[in-house]
């Protein structure tokens, strides 16, 4: 199986950190990217058109049972978890995970455990834990662990918890993660041809 879903967990300072890692991807980026953004509730879905307005891709904010597909950027609303399953994303309103609702651990692990070494998660910038769980299930179902390296990250005490759990990771600074994520997927997608 080549990758089907990169997922990306982002919290102080994602916007900036998300941009980024964006507006590396082509157009004809071959994999589903998912999203998971700290957010307060009650906020709109400006984060979407921003991020899309700085990548090739399409972003949106994500709606329950919304289909996966190639180059398909989905973000969590705000107040939702965002959790992936096999061809698409579903959305809940279960209690917070590490405080936080969207929770970076719950689209982890569901990414892991819908399409194993099929995923990749990347943990960016954020002040607490969130991800370091759902990182680890990435990499214990075979995927892709990537970990935004934490002296270029905005606040590190989430890249540094991402590392803790799952120390095999890759670490990248934030303007080479874009272009690793186009190699792993490119790599492979051409490895199963």
Known sequence: MGV???????????????ERVLEALPADFPSAVVIAQHRRVGTDGALAELLDSHCELGVCEAEDKQALGPGVVLVAPPDYHLLVEPGAVALSVDEPVNFSRPSIDVLLASAADSYGDGAVGVVLTGANADGAAGLARIAARGGTAIVQDPDSAERREMPDAALAATPAARVLALGAIGRLLVEVVGMREGAQS
């Not at 089907?4 to 998300?18: F, N, T």
């Open 4 to 18: 089907e879903v990169v997922a990306i967990g982002a919290s102080w300072g994602g916007l900036h950190a998300l």
